[in-house]
């Protein structure tokens, strides 16, 4: 196996207690807004609540995604499932401050 990818890690991260894996085309197709998101509902749970703030931002960088397109995903989700490592990523960078994972490293 080649160098995984923050995207692979992330992928990862999403699958490991779901019966339907998604791949990493699959996840970035979904914040290009080239595939529907609606299927996928309970990756984007995991991966808005609960993957590591670092890896959501290099995966970010990675895929040349921006804040932006990931809110429109982000802000179609009920308000259950708007997890809040990336309300508190996308707070900070709003704000121009650094983000504050106290209470998530304290629950890891």
């Given amino acids: 196996m080649g160098k995984m990818t ?3 890690c ?7 207690s779901l019966k339907t894996p998604i791949t990493p085309e699959i996840l970035v197709k979904i914040f ?12 984007l749970d995991v991966f808005f609540g ?5 890896k959501i ?9 921006s ?3 990931l809110s429109e995903i982000y802000d179609s989700l009920h308000l259950a499932w708007q997890g809040p490592v990336f309300r508190e990523l ?3 960078h709003v704000a121009g401050r650094e983000p504050d994972f106290s209470w998530f490293w304290a629950s890891t």
């Fill in 32 to 43: 290009k807004k080239d595939t529907d998101w609606k299927p996928w509902l309970s990756h």
């Fill in 67 to 69: 804040f932006e397109q």
């Fill in 90 to 92: 996308r707070d900070a």
């Fill in 6 to 8: 923050n995207t692979d």
């Fill in 10 to 16: 992330v992928c990862i991260s999403l699958n490991c």
């Fill in 50 to 54: 609960e993957v590591w703030p670092e």
């Fill in 57 to 65: 931002q290099e995966f970010m960088t990675e895929n040349d995604l």
